[in-house]
């Protein structure tokens, strides 16, 4: 089916330490990814997408990868701060690339302790 | 460079009743997609206009339409409220190739 969906509903981490947020996919035909920041009280904010002909992207702190094999898409953020304290979405596509119609999981909150 | 902007920011209103909610796409902007995110769920696609035309439609029933005007701001439209109609409304705005942009959403309270 169209679904994208995420392993852990909740994340803790220290502040510093790197977090990783994983996400699973199901159709195989997808052909964009993305991941938002949603803070409370405010929209989805872009982080970093990728393109289902690449198997992983850097941006400043976050890194995202691609394994098409198993449908997974994941997010590492280095050296994590409160700031990230957030809920984060991982979102596809199934035509339309960047254009196409978002399909969102549920989200994965994500808590820095001091 | 002013993001996307939606208005209101919240809004109350009883079963039967009909809104209109706009949306100001970011400057370069040409397309405009629209989502309902419900409570502890993600955003759900309604639909998208791009050259005043709808260009794509998720789920959603007729009640649900819209608008993009000349200089592609949006209208989303509900007639008939629910009180499953309570969501926050979220506007996105994007130029081919590039990531879709959100605004902060119009809070919409059904009573």
């Known amino acids: 089916g169209e679904s994208v969906g995420l392993h852990l509903p909740t994340l803790s981490v220290q502040e510093g330490d790197n977090s990783i947020i994983n996400c699973a996919y199901s159709n195989s035909a997808s052909d964009y990814f993305i991941w938002y920041k949603q803070e409370s009280g405010k929209g989805p904010q872009f982080i970093i997408d990728?393109?289902?002909?690449?198997d992983k992207r850097q941006g400043q702190r976050v890194t995202v990868l691609l394994n098409k094999t198993v449908k997974h898409l994941s997010l590492q953020i280095a050296a994590t701060q409160p700031g990230d304290s957030a809920v984060y979405f991982c979102?596809?596509?199934?035509?339309?690339?960047?254009?196409?119609?978002?399909?969102f999981g549920k989200g994965t909150k994500l808590s820095v302790k001091p | 460079d002013a993001g996307v902007t939606q208005s209101p920011t919240h809004l109350i209103k009883t079963r039967g009743q009909q809104v209109t909610l706009r949306c100001s796409p970011k400057?370069?902007?040409?397309?405009v997609s629209w989502y309902q995110q419900a409570l502890g769920q993600g955003p759900q696609f309604i639909f998208q206009y791009y050259e005043e035309e709808e260009r794509q439609r998720g789920n959603f029933p007729d009640r649900f339409s819209g608008h993009q005007f000349p200089n592609y701001s949006s209208e989303l439209n509900v007639n008939a409220l629910l009180l499953g109609d309570s969501a926050l409304y979220l506007c996105?705005?994007?130029?081919?190739?590039?990531?879709?942009?959100f605004g902060d959403g119009t809070r919409l309270s059904i009573l």
């Open positions: 400057s370069g902007h040409d397309t």
């Open positions: 990728i393109r289902s002909n690449m």
């Open positions: 979102a596809e596509t199934l035509y339309g690339g960047s254009q196409g119609n978002l399909i």
């Open positions: 996105a705005s994007s130029v081919s190739g590039q990531p879709q942009h």
